[in-house]
Nanobody, 121 residues
Framework: QVQLVESGGGLVQAGGSMRLSCTGS????????MGWFRQAPGKEREFLGA????????YLADSVKGRFTISRGAYANTMSLQMNILKPEDSAVYYC??????????????WGQGTLVTVSS
């Protein structure tokens, strides 16, 4: 059974930084694309970005370009989201996702439970 677990969420002041991590289990993930979505209260879910199993950037949303970086870890089942220059509008539940297929309008098969990030002004 595939499981994705996020960690690292919490409260941070605007302008600050935070790093989220995701660890997968149940598969090797060596041929999985991994990425991040987020959803703020009352808003639609937003696809932030994804990286290939080799760590190549597949997509990064304009809303976070220049501030957020997605990286695969030393192990194929790990991934991180480095968030800098955080803004109150970045407050949301952040979800780690994974799938063997990456395509336009990505709807990944596997999702983590989400971790809450709150950015105070």
């Amino acid at each position: 059974q595939v499981q994705l677990v996020e960690s690292g969420g919490g409260l941070v002041q605007a302008g600050g930084s935070m790093r989220l991590s995701c660890t997968g289990s149940g598969r090797t993930f060596s041929n999985y694309a991994m990425g991040w979505f987020r959803q703020a209260p009352g808003k639609e879910r937003e696809f932030l970005g994804a990286v290939s199993w080799k760590g190549n950037n597949l997509y990064l949303a304009d809303s976070v370009k220049g501030r957020f970086t997605i990286s695969r870890g030393a192990y194929a089942n790990t991934m991180s989201l480095q968030m800098n220059i955080l803004k109150p509008e970045d407050s949301a539940v952040y979800y780690c996702v994974a799938d063997t297929i990456y395509e336009r309008n990505w709807g990944p098969e596997y999702w983590g439970q989400g971790t809450l990030v709150t950015v105070s002004s």
